[in-house]
């Protein structure tokens, strides 16, 4: 068994509900196991400049139902350098750190897969994103929240666009891939879900609005995904403002940004959290390093980063014919 004394924890890139329970889990097993934990400050930053702090079992109490993280979260160019890789690699060694576990998405397991690789510091990733676009896992950290976060906003529009009789858009989150939208968008009934998947057709769009319209129906929520709009000049508003022309009928964009990224986690987020957390550190225990730990039919599993990497994973598109057939 390795004899690993030490190993540091950092969350990277966009922060997620239920970083701060996996980063609770994280110190906690690892105490558990006989060794000592340093949370490093802001992502890839604080392995540059030394930010470090110690954790221990009591510094992780009452942030399992906390969103945000609590060592904070940067996306750092500096590191992404040869240079920076060995200077961060340096800088763990000096401060006794012989693992790290990395929660982020795809670009800080890059990092992590070269600090390992390049600078000898065994690093194990956790899924950490609310957008669920990382190949390796079914889930990830914060996706849970951020849906149910989006289906309550999406409510409380429905709840204005049905008062006046009128067309509600709204652009959810998820970088390029649509699986906040696909299932914000059924959550919510909506009459029309846009994703990244599949080409925009604002002609069936339309068709679907006015068939429906004709059928007696008021008032209408078309969901959007942010890779759909990001491509598309003038975005969620020009959506709307077609949509209204086409229809006659009043339409508004609502962009829900980042409260999506805020809030309490909700149980599926901290147990996935605290589960995959566990797990990188018993690999890290074993002294096991560049691995992605992930959850695969509600198992946990690791992946070797390269491969995890390299995998693809797709937008379950039955569940979008589904949504389009209740949908009228
Ligand atoms: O990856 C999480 C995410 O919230 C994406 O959904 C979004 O595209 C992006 O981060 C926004 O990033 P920033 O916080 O830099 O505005």
């Not at 979260?73 to 000096?94: L, M, P, Q, W």
């Not at 020009?238 to 940004?257: D, F, N």
């Amino acid at each position: 068994m390795a004899d690993v004394k030490t190993i540091g924890v950092l969350t990277s890139g966009g922060d997620a509900p239920g970083m701060n329970a996996a980063i609770r889990a994280v110190v906690r097993a690892a105490i558990k196991n006989g060794m000592k934990v340093k949370g490093v400050m802001r992502g890839y930053n604080g392995l540059l400049h030394n930010d470090f702090v110690d954790l221990d079992m009591r510094d992780v109490s009452d942030i399992i139902n906390r969103g945000g993280t609590i060592l904070y979260t940067a996306r750092c160019k500096e590191f992404s350098t040869e240079e920076g890789v060995r200077r961060a690699a340096e800088n763990c060694k000096a401060a006794g750190i012989e693992g790290l576990v990395v929660i982020g998405g795809d670009g800080s397991f890059r990092g992590a897969r070269d600090l390992t690789n390049l600078g000898g510091i065994n690093c194990v990733g956790l899924p950490g994103t609310i957008d669920n676009d990382i190949s390796c896992t079914d889930y990830t950290i914060g996706y849970d929240t951020a849906m149910n976060t989006a289906m309550e906003m999406v409510d409380k529009l429905r709840d204005t666009a049905q008062s006046h009789d009128r067309c509600t858009v709204v652009e959810v989150m998820g970088r390029h891939a649509g699986y906040i939208a696909l299932n914000a968008g059924i959550a919510v009934g909506a009459s029309y879900i846009v994703v990244p998947e599949k080409k925009l057709d604002m002609e069936a769009l339309i068709s679907k609005i006015k068939a429906a319209h004709a059928m007696g129906k008021q008032h209408f929520i078309v969901v959007v995904a942010e890779g759909v709009a990001m491509e598309v000049e003038g975005g969620s508003n020009w959506i709307a403002k077609e949509i209204e022309t086409a229809t006659g009928i009043e339409t508004r964009a609502t962009i829900l940004g980042h409260v999506q990224r805020g809030g309490n986690p909700t149980v599926t987020d901290r147990v996935a959290a605290t589960t995959m957390g566990h797990h990188a550190v018993e690999l890290l225990k074993e002294g096991i390093g560049n691995r992605v730990v992930g959850q695969r039919a509600g198992k946990v599993v690791d992946f070797d980063i390269n491969e995890a990497l390299q995998m693809k994973k797709s937008l379950p598109m039955d569940l979008y014919a589904i949504a389009d057939d209740v949908s009228f």
